[in-house]
């Protein structure tokens, strides 16, 4: 199993439009972070979680061609403001709708920003198709299982996901923007391969984990790595990787997570 971090950024990205800061102006590519998405390769299968408004271009920078399942894990626009461009996969099912697995808030956003393409088929060749359903709580594919879970993040919840992938019995939780993790969640990835956590900032947020309590989820976890994802440019990537405890990184755009 592969996971490809295609953004690793916040809903402002990084660098900001108009900061000079030391982050926003760094030289270090693993400080410039387009808006959080995943990438998931199981046994062959290729699942995106979530996408950002820079998603063609996220697919093209990492070569990401194909696409199984989508699934939107909350309707905020800096996870899905790019679905218009999943139009490409799509076509490549000859213009049949892509399954959008969702919460029932994620449903009701992309109906609101995408109503017309909420279709069996794309009423033409090239545009975009959405079937909307439910994320059950375990999806259980011949490669293997996807499991999720609901995680508070402000007035709302958004999809936390375990892969088992089924060849190798690996397990990969991605659980991004969240303030913090349930007993339910924490039950569900304990001891997985590897976890991306929602990570911040340095600074407390009402609906999302600082980097010191993503540090301390991580610690009820017993992961074998995990990576601190949704960064802002409070967060210089070589200083604050190097202060976090073992096993915990900080993710960047680009970055393959073998499992």
């Known amino acids: 199993m592969e996971a490809i971090i295609l953004g690793s950024g916040t809903s402002q990205g990084v660098p900001m439009i108009g900061c000079p800061c030391a982050v926003c102006t760094s030289p270090d590519p693993r400080n410039r972070r387009t808006r959080s998405s995943v990438h998931v390769v199981m046994d062959g299968l290729h699942v995106q979680v979530d996408a950002a408004p820079e998603l063609r ?125 349930t007993p339910e969640s924490v039950a569900l990835a304990r001891g997985a391969d590897a976890v991306v956590l929602d990570g911040l900032r340095p600074q407390p947020h009402p609906s999302h984990m600082s980097i010191g309590e993503a540090v301390a989820a991580a610690g009820a976890l017993g992961a074998g790595r995990v990576w601190l994802t949704h960064l802002t440019h409070l967060t210089d990537h070589a200083q604050a990787e190097a202060q976090l405890p073992p096993g915990i990184f900080l993710a960047h755009d680009g970055l393959r997570i073998s499992i």
Do not use: N
């Open 57 to 181: 271009l996220q697919c093209l920078r990492e070569s990401v061609d194909k696409l199984d399942v989508f699934i939107l894990t909350h309707g905020h626009a800096d996870h899905l403001a790019g679905m218009d461009d999943l139009r490409r996969f799509c076509d490549q099912r000859d213009g049949g709708a892509l399954t959008v697995h969702t919460t029932a808030e994620g449903a009701e956003r992309v109906r609101a920003i995408f109503p017309y393409a909420i279709a069996d088929r794309a009423t033409v060749r090239g545009y975009a198709a959405f079937r909307l359903a439910a994320m059950p709580a375990l999806m259980d594919l011949p490669q293997g299982t996807i499991a999720s879970t609901l995680l508070p993040h402000g007035s709302s919840e958004t999809l936390g996901l375990v892969f088992t992938e089924r060849s190798s019995g690996r397990r990969f939780a991605y659980y991004t923007d969240c303030k913090a993790l």
